[in-house]
């Protein structure tokens, strides 16, 4: 098995310091990767991408989904065949913090390597679902409601999506963050509680 991760463990370029061998980083602009395939299970990811940071204990990164009429929201999916539906790509996502020293295998980094939210769209694409990776978490978000992060229940914390806006994530002040933007400004609209014995509530290590 480790002889398998070890092929996977691919150098990226500008900022991506580790790219797995699912994931394709684009020749002319770094800041874009490409995925063969998708991910339609809680459980089934498909590659992943680290990225450096200039602070280990503060950083902010925006990822976009891109791809024309591949990658569509709302009453623009609505309006595509069912064939062009299924054919779309922005259907999963998860984004977080790595833990230190540890790298991504590209197909089970949910329970091993980090904290993450997984960003899971809507049936209709309006919106994206947020849980936190492990499972053993809870979100809280701005008001103070707190959301289960078990995929078998309901009542997940919801985000507005489009074509339009990115997803931000922040680590700060040990907590994993998401971020929408308000007024022209990104401000905390969830943070993640996982369940641990060496930190602080709310807190990562």
């Not at 280990?56 to 062009?84: N, Q």
Request: aromatic share 10%; with cysteine.
């Amino acid at each position: 098995e480790d002889d398998v991760w070890s092929a996977q463990r691919l150098l990226g370029r500008g900022q991506a310091r580790q790219v797995t061998a699912e994931v394709e980083q684009d020749a002319d602009d770094d800041a874009v990767f490409r995925v063969d395939g998708k991910d339609k299970s809680w459980f089934l990811q498909k590659g992943g991408v680290v990225f450096d940071r200039g602070d280990p204990r503060r950083f902010r990164i925006a990822v976009r989904f891109l791809g024309g009429g591949a990658s569509r929201f709302g009453d623009a999916y609505a309006d595509l065949s069912r064939t062009e539906q299924h054919g779309t790509i922005n259907w999963l996502l998860m984004v977080g913090v790595c833990r230190e020293g540890r790298e991504l295998t590209g197909y089970k980094d949910c329970k091993a390597s980090g904290f993450y939210f997984l960003f899971h769209l809507n049936y209709r694409r309006t919106k994206w679902r947020v849980i936190g990776c492990p499972h053993t978490s809870e979100l809280e978000d701005a008001a103070g409601n707190i959301y289960t992060c078990d995929p078998q229940e309901g009542g997940h914390f919801e985000l507005p999506a489009s074509e339009d806006e990115p997803l931000i994530v922040e680590f700060a002040d040990q907590e994993l963050r998401v971020l929408a933007v308000c007024g022209g400004k990104p401000a905390m609209a969830l943070r993640g509680h996982w369940a641990l014995d060496n930190a602080e509530p709310g807190k990562l290590p």
